[in-house]
């Protein structure tokens, strides 16, 4: 396998465009993407005009237009985390007010499968690697790979510009359902974002277990407040800043192993590494992957994860763009200025307060099941 930084590709193409290079090294431009290592980046480096962004929300537009009978559909995504029951009492499945009326998913397709167990981390996996290939497809971007949501203690940790400015339907990343603050920018509370304490665990389950409650609980709760999308399991996977966020904790997963110590991934334990899964592909094919398959994100998904320190305080970002014969500096400026986000809609919890899904804890949820 060929891996490739989209830094490096824009290297070459430049040089080759300059006559710089052999015309040999032109042959490997024409392989087919897939060989390349789809690098993950850092939401924080990346601005409206970043490939990954601007193909995100193309993609969210295309998604959100299938119905939810299309495997591939935004619809479908979700529910495959979770989806509401129907209430034979109320004749409802969601009142809370402002969201789509019906998440019930179609009979016969995967719904409500999401794992916060044991299998946490390996569920969202090849969860996230299939939403992602769907995602490449449908925004035309054969090099799309998700970002991921790096907030820090110590760094940015607020809701990235994209995905609240504009604040309005005409920005696919943007949603009222979430905490209005959250919305308008304002940092999450340090301590929610910090995966410290997780980190200094050396046995897996310990590990996975406060990782799911801290930052991972921690971020649901705080983004989706009272009854936002982000605050439910049947509706966590509807808001676009989902996806980011567990890609960030995927990404937590391979830093735990990288810090080395004894800290290792329990494969000695069938009764994890054989468990199997369903997915979409991109084609809306059901395929199955067991947690054996997921754990080298590089030779076995083909991905892995630009490291956060590229942006390792909070200053305005000027990360090169990945391609920039397409981008005019002068825009990104000019993006990196944008003026403050005017004031929103404040999104209401309805007068019941909740919806009828089972609520996300900040706290430990691996332990909790669903
Ligand atoms: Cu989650």
Known sequence: MITIDRRDFARTL???????????????????????????????????????????????????????????????????????????????????????????????????????????LAWHRIYLYYFERIVRS????????????????????????????????????????????????NDITATYVDASNAMVNVGFAAFQSSLSGTPHGQVHVATGDGCGWMSYFETAGMDPIFWLHHANIDRLWEDWIALGGGRVNPTTDP?????????????????????????????????????PTICPVRVRCFCLPWRPWLIDPRIIALADSAPATPAEPVHRCPASGTRAGRRLAAGNSATTGG
């Open 271 to 307: 009764a994890w590494l054989n468990n199997t899964f369903s997915f979409y592909d991109e084609n809306g094919a059901t395929v199955t992957m067991n947690v054996s398959q997921i754990l080298d994100t590089a030779s076995q998904l083909n991905y892995r994860y630009a490291a």
């Open 14 to 120: 430049a040089s080759v465009s300059l006559g710089l290079l052999p015309t040999p090294r032109i042959a490997f431009l024409r392989r087919p993407p897939q060989q390349y290592a789809f690098i993950r980046r850092n939401v924080y480096c990346l601005n409206a005009y970043s490939p990954e962004i601007m193909a995100y929300k193309r993609a969210i537009q295309v998604i959100r237009g299938r119905p939810a009978t299309d495997p591939t559909s935004w619809q479908a995504q979700s529910n495959i985390h979770g989806a509401f029951k129907p209430d034979p009492a109320n004749g409802i499945v969601n009142y809370c007010q402002g969201g789509p009326a019906n998440f019930v998913a179609p009979p016969g397709m995967i719904a409500d499968a999401c794992r916060h167990d044991y299998l946490f």
């Open 138 to 185: 449908a925004s035309g971007d054969p090099t799309f790979a998700l970002p991921y949501w790096g907030y820090s203690p110590t760094g940015p940790r607020n809701l990235p510009l994209t995905f609240r400015s504009p604040n309005n339907t005409t920005n696919p990343l943007w949603t009222d359902q979430r905490d209005s603050a959250i919305n308008a920018g």
